[in-house]
Structure formats: C-alpha cells, structure tokens
C-alpha cells in the first residue's frame, strides 16, 4: 500500500504505530522534539526529522509532507500541537493523546477541512467501539460499565510497568473522572471514589474511576449509566489514598534547597527510574446491560486479557496494543474515511469484526459473552 503517513512523536507508542504502518506498507516519515529519538528513528530505518509540532512553522511543514499525520504526544503539549496542525493545513490526523474535550476542534477542523479522528488507542479507542457495538445489541441501554488496566504481569498493590509516560498516569490519579449515574452527569474522584470489580475468570481488582469516556459522554447520551474504571491490583487503591493524603500527587510547586519541583513530578521520575520497563499485562472488560425487543434483562460482555509473554514480543504490550490500535484507525483512514471535524473512535463500532480478526493473527483473544441478567 503506497500512502505518506507522518508520525508526530516517536516515543513509546508512536515508534510501535510507526513499526507496525512500515510493516503495513506505508511510507512512513518521523517527527519529533528530541534529538534522541529522532536518531534512534533513524537507527530503525525511518526517515526522521527534529522538529517541535507546536510550533506554526513546523507544523506547515508536516502538514504540507504528510497525507495522514499520526500524533502520540504528551498530555502537556498535545492539545496546543493539534490546535496548530489543524491551522497550519493538516487535512487528516489520527491522534492517541489525552485531550479533554476532543469536541472543542470540531468546528475549526470543520473550517479547515481536517479530518481529526481522536482517542485512537485502546483504551479509549478499541473499548469505546466496545461499548458503542453493546448498545446497539440492546432496544433499551441501561448501563455501560468499562473496565481497563495496564498492569505488571507479577500481582502486587503497585502493579505497575513504566510501560508509557508516568506523569500522564500520575495525572489520571488526580482529574475528576467524568461518568454518568442514574442520567446525570457527575465527577468521580479516581482515588477516593475507589471500588472493587470481580472480572468473569479472571479475579478480583481494584477499581479506580478515570476519565476515559469524553467523546462517549456524548455520543452514547441515551445511556443512564455510563463510568470508566482503571484496573489495578487489590490493595493500590488503599496505597494512593495514602500518597494522596501526604500530597504527594500534587502539583503544587516547592523549593528544595533552591530548586523547585512539584512532588507529583518527583514520583513520576522515580516511577520511571525504578518500575520494571517490561512484562505487564492489559486486562479489558466491558460490559453492559439492557432491554430486548421483548423487554429480558440482557447482559453483554467483552474481554481480554493478554500479557507481553503471552506474545513474546520486545515491548510492553500496553504500548504494542495502544500502537497496534492507532496503526489500524490511521490505515481506515487512509483507505477513504473522509469526514471534516472530530470524528470519535466510537463511529467504526461496525468495524468491530475487523477488529477481532486482526488481533486473532497477533495471537489475542477478545472473548464475548451475552447472556440473561440475573434479578438483583
């Protein structure tokens, strides 16, 4: 397949998209603010350029170079490089960064004629076709519950592989978690708001409420229920409530010995100096319930569960998922996708077979179950 595709960030995501669209046939060319990775780009055999998106001058450029542009950007910068690519004339961009409100571009892409498909990871990106394609499976949506985790293979109340930006993951842990209960809109706090799930087969884990819904909050509006959770193993819950109560998930700047530094990104650093860089495991559940045509009390469930051993590849498999997953909406949208605005992952629910298929070949199970709603 002969198509230009840019990626925008070669860190650990943006190097598995960048991999797997080569090893799809596409063209690929490599932007990125480090000097670094922009060698080690080059060592893996892409064209690669240094090169800040935020600025407007750069951004004309990879706009002018690029058919379809795909970003995996830190939080921090990545709202103000997509704001600039969309006016500097990208006309396609498939992005993977956390963004609050995706919607908030719509009617500039619209203007600019840019197509901005957003949240083009796993999760959100492959649970919100999940959730999309369960409600469409009910006559009556009554609830939509998506559990997500990241999570080392070995069980601990850590859990956890530096396996993508820590100060991102520490940031989950302190954003209002946005969710929707008994049809109103309501704000989660991830650590206090904690609870428990028992996943079919699989076990028992803390639940922590994150803000992974954004765009579903609105296109799934005729859901009464609707929450994210992130997984994590028992006993995480209880140990950032502590971590919490001693602020040091805050971002508040302090001055040590006349340097300042915010304890939030001093944990982040010694997260990603001490944290193992591989072996961790992805476990996905969502699950909704509903009404037939004939009004039983349906429930329907997909899972996954599949650790970076169980593939036996080099990265961690939350990276290797979340790039897999934004190498397949990048190659959909280069095969004509061709809407102007914020498009949600949501809106290829019909694609879910697809989906299926391709992570069979990769050797990963997503199991489905639909059954009949036991009476509470």
């Given amino acids: ?52 998106a935020t600025s407007a001058s750069s951004a004309k450029i990879i706009a002018s170079n690029c058919e379809v542009i795909a970003t995996a950007l830190p939080s921090k910068i990545a709202e103000q490089a997509l704001r600039t690519l969309i006016e500097n004339g990208a006309k396609k961009i498939v992005d993977v960064s956390y963004i609050r409100d995706p919607f908030i571009y ?9 197509l901005l498909l957003v949240d083009a990871g796993i999760a959100p990106g492959l649970t919100n076709i999940l959730a999309a394609h369960i409600v469409k499976s009910f006559n009556e949506p009554l609830e939509v519950i998506i559990h997500v985790g990241g999570l080392s293979a070995k069980e601990s109340a850590l859990g956890l592989v530096a396996s993508w930006n820590m100060e991102d993951m520490l940031e989950e842990y302190t954003r209002p978690a946005r969710a ?14 904690a609870t428990t799930v028992e996943i079919p087969g699989i076990g028992v884990f803390d639940a922590m409420p994150t803000d992974g819904l954004r765009t579903l909050l609105k296109t799934l509006n005729n859901v009464p229920i609707l929450v994210e959770y992130t997984l994590r193993y028992r006993g995480h819950a209880e140990l950032f409530k502590m971590l919490k109560q001693l602020e040091l998930l805050s971002s ?17 650093r010694l997260l990603e100096d001490k944290l193992p860089k591989r072996g961790d495991r992805i476990i996905t559940y969502v699950k909704g319930v509903g009404k037939d045509n004939n009004g039983n009390m349906i429930k329907a469930e997909y899972i996954l569960d599949v650790s970076q051993d169980d593939l036996g590849i080099k990265i961690p498999i939350l990276s290797y998922m979340t790039g897999f997953m934004q190498a397949w909406f990048t190659q959909k949208v280069v095969e004509g996708f061709k809407n102007a605005g914020v498009v949600p992952p949501e809106k290829l629910a019909d694609l879910l077979p697809e989906i299926i298929m391709k992570l069979k070949e990769k050797g990963i199970t997503l199991k489905r179950r639909v059954c009949l709603e036991e009476s509470q």
Avoid: H, W
Avoid at 21 to 30: A, I, K, P
Avoid at 106 to 111: C, F, H, K, T, Y
Avoid at 252 to 268: D, F, H, Q, W
């Fill in 1 to 52: 397949m002969s198509a230009l595709v840019c990626v925008t960030g070669f860190g650990r995501v943006g190097s598995v998209t960048a991999d797997i669209l080569r090893s799809e046939g596409f063209e690929v060319l490599v932007y990125d603010s480090s000097m670094r990775r922009v060698e080690e780009a080059k060592s893996l055999g892409f064209k690669a350029y240094l090169t800040d």
């Fill in 106 to 114: 719509n009617r500039l892409a619209q203007e600019k004629n840019t």
């Fill in 180 to 193: 929707r209960i008994g049809g109103k809109y309501v704000e989660l706090d991830p650590v206090l708001d």
């Fill in 252 to 268: 508040k700047n302090y001055v040590v010995e006349g340097c300042s530094i915010t304890p939030r990104t001093m944990l982040a």
